[in-house]
């Protein structure tokens, strides 16, 4: 089978150290990202050309919207919740565009922390996050110097309470659903590749693991990823400036191409859910590199020819 080549535009020159997250909020027409060693949370409004952005004051590593309106967020050394009259006062969907080449002052997002879930904040931090079907949230942590399996994923259920779903992680990243709900990819981006778990549903507990698709071979490390309607991955490639689409057994059937070296998730969004959009990072990089990509961190964009599907949405 032929490989299908996209390639991405800018959406928003965002030069973001660490750009990451991005989720679709259909009810604002907007879509959510962080920007994780800035400590901030971006609303980016297509239509408007728009970027708000709200610091949390600590890492942030992704945002899961709230069933009730508000974000779930996975921090540095633990998750918390913002209610949505928190989230509009921080990153008000209005908002008005900036002067030709400005950007939105910030502001603070107001959150409460969830307790009861402690981690070795000096080890890990919580990176990857979204939530699931069934309305739980599943965020994972990674070493900080990405060497060492010391992190894990984490499953917060409606009721505030978390449990263990993975140990063993050593940058703990991408993650999404099959539509019948009993299967969940996942990316350890040290592990190289994508891999399979059967699930239960109805506790979300995990079982069954196996590889799914490689990424080393083809240059880059695995980092974020989104499922379309057709059930192929979307898998970001750190390292090798490409968003690859896997069939659901493997197989390379298209690679985008995008203007920035690390690559570091994509999501759908858009009327019609129709739209990618692509996070990058500018961190790590000398002024050389960044010299050489100078598009490096911006927010990218593209229609590839396929939807995506409906968010889900933490019940919490």
């Given at each position: 089978?032929?490989?299908?080549?996209?390639?991405?535009?800018?959406?928003?020159?965002?030069?973001?150290?660490?750009?990451?997250?991005?989720?679709?909020?259909?009810?604002?027409?907007?879509?959510?990202?962080?920007?994780?060693?800035?400590?901030?949370?971006?609303?980016?409004?297509?239509?408007?050309?728009?970027?708000?952005?709200?610091?949390?004051?600590?890492?942030?590593?992704?945002?899961?919207?709230?069933?009730?309106?508000?974000?779930?967020?996975?921090?540095?050394?633990?998750?918390?919740?913002?209610?949505?009259?928190?989230?509009?006062?921080?990153?008000?969907?209005?908002?008005?565009?900036?002067?030709?080449?400005?950007?939105?002052?910030?502001?603070?997002?107001?959150?409460?922390?969830?307790?009861?879930?402690?981690?070795?904040?000096?080890?890990?931090?919580?990176?990857?996050?979204?939530?699931?079907?069934?309305?739980?949230?599943?965020?994972?942590?990674?070493?900080?110097?990405?060497?060492?399996?010391?992190?894990?994923?984490?499953?917060?259920?409606?009721?505030?309470?978390?449990?263990?779903?993975?140990?063993?992680?050593?940058?703990?990243?991408?993650?999404?659903?099959?539509?019948?709900?009993?299967?969940?990819?996942y990316i350890d981006s040290a592990a190289g590749g994508v891999d399979a778990f059967d699930r239960d549903p109805e506790t979300g507990r995990l079982s069954g693991r196996r590889r799914v698709a490689g990424v080393r071979a083809g240059g880059g490390t695995p980092d974020g990823m989104t499922l379309d309607?057709?059930?192929?991955?979307?898998?970001?490639?750190?390292?090798?400036?490409?968003?690859?689409?896997?069939?659901?057994?493997?197989?390379?059937?298209?690679?985008?191409?995008?203007?920035?070296?690390?690559?570091?998730?994509?999501?759908?969004?858009?009327?019609?859910?129709?739209?990618?959009?692509?996070?990058?990072?500018?961190?790590?990089?000398?002024?050389?590199?960044?010299?050489?990509?100078?598009?490096?961190?911006?927010?990218?964009?593209?229609?590839?020819?396929?939807?995506?599907?409906?968010?889900?949405?933490?019940?919490?």
């Amino acid at each position: 089978m032929s490989v299908t080549r996209y390639r991405a535009e800018v959406a928003l020159p965002a030069r973001a150290e660490l750009g990451e997250g991005p989720t679709w909020d259909s009810g604002t027409r907007s879509l959510l990202w962080v920007d994780i060693v800035a400590g901030k949370v971006h609303r980016f409004r297509p239509d408007l050309g728009t970027d708000a952005a709200a610091e949390t004051g600590t890492s942030v590593g992704s945002v899961g919207l709230r069933a009730g309106g508000g974000l779930v967020l996975s921090l540095a050394d633990g998750l918390a919740l913002a209610s949505a009259g928190q989230v509009h006062a921080a990153l008000p969907t209005d908002a008005r565009p900036p002067a030709p080449g400005g950007r939105h002052a910030g502001t603070v997002l107001g959150y409460e922390r969830i307790p009861g879930l402690e981690i070795e904040g000096e080890k890990v931090r919580f990176n990857e996050g979204k939530a699931d079907p069934e309305g739980r949230f599943l965020a994972g942590t990674m070493h900080w110097e990405e060497r060492e399996p010391i992190g894990s994923l984490y499953q917060l259920g409606p009721d505030g309470q978390a449990s263990t779903l993975l140990d063993g992680i050593t940058v703990a990243n991408g993650l999404d659903f099959t539509d019948d709900r009993r299967t969940m990819y996942y990316i350890d981006s040290a592990a190289g590749g994508v891999d399979a778990f059967d699930r239960d549903p109805e506790t979300g507990r995990l079982s069954g693991r196996r590889r799914v698709a490689g990424v080393r071979a083809g240059g880059g490390t695995p980092d974020g990823m989104t499922l379309d309607a057709d059930g192929c991955l979307w898998v970001a490639v750190w390292g090798g400036g490409e968003v690859r689409r896997f069939s659901p057994d493997g197989r390379l059937i298209g690679v985008v191409e995008v203007p920035a070296r690390q690559v570091t998730s994509a999501a759908f969004g858009g009327e019609r859910l129709d739209e990618l959009f692509i996070t990058t990072a500018r961190i790590g990089q000398s002024q050389r590199e960044l010299a050489a990509q100078p598009r490096a961190g911006d927010l990218f964009w593209l229609r590839p020819g396929v939807a995506g599907r409906p968010w889900p949405r933490f019940a919490g």
